[in-house]
């Protein structure tokens, strides 16, 4: 499935994790959850596998597992491609402008008489 599978012959690494607060596209996080627990990884786990293999310009699937984020991307709606990434802008908030720039008005009681 995953082109990253364990070495057995290997030592374990040890590293240091910690937890961090990624925005990302709302589609493409359904795709890769979906993906990470097909595989029975973890999302962190997932990413670091996909990044570690970018980095050293190697795929990180193979055709099996493609043919399932292909499944997972039509299932999600995914349309976005990799030459996309440079073009994504995020939607305006439908709170967007509200309040922006401008000090917040205090609410204040009445006095009842």
Not at 4 to 21: D, F, L, S
Request: hydrophobic residues 35%.
């Amino acid at each position: 499935m995953v082109t990253y599978a364990r070495n057995e012959t290997r030592k374990p690494r040890i590293v240091e994790r910690v937890q961090t607060g990624v925005r990302m596209e709302k589609r493409l996080l359904k795709v890769l959850k979906g993906l990470a627990e097909l595989l029975d990884l973890s999302l962190g786990d997932l990413l670091e596998g996909i990044v570690l293999h970018a980095f050293e310009g190697k795929p990180p699937f193979d055709e099996e597992s493609r043919g399932r984020i292909r499944e997972l991307e039509k299932i999600y709606g995914l349309d976005l491609e990799a030459a996309d990434s440079h073009r994504l802008v995020e939607r305006p908030a439908a709170t967007a402008g509200r309040g922006k720039g401008k000090a917040a008005r205090p609410r204040t009681r009445r006095r009842r008489r």
